[in-house]
């Protein structure tokens, strides 16, 4: 029984980092469960994160906004855009 739970936690933690990888962390979490916990944990580590979606993420919580002039993200309290250098209206 302490080994089910051992397995499920490990599997649970794969598909964390494969969820802060903008990845599925449902798809990692079910493919630790079925194949190995170890398995998973490395797959979400080897992972690409999807870009898209980190960006999404950091734009709806508010920990990032879009620079008007470059599209790319930024922190919100910027007021210069480190990628393109211009500056931002508020």
């Known amino acids: ?3 089910a ?11 964390v980092i494969a969820s802060k990888k903008g990845r599925s962390g449902v798809g990692f979490f079910l ?5 190995s916990p170890l398995i998973g944990i490395v797959c ?4 690409t994160p999807n870009q898209r979606r980190v960006d999404y993420r950091k734009v709806r919580t508010g920990t ?3 620079c008007p002039h470059c599209a790319e993200i930024i922190k ?14 508020e």
């Open 5 to 15: 739970v051992y397995w499920l936690v490990l599997s649970l933690i794969a598909g």
């Open 31 to 35: 493919l630790s469960v079925f194949l």
């Open 64 to 66: 990032g906004k879009k």
């Open 44 to 47: 979400a580590f080897i992972a």
């Open 76 to 89: 919100p309290d910027a007021k210069v855009c480190h990628f393109c250098k211009r500056e931002l209206l």
């Open 1 to 3: 029984m302490e080994y």
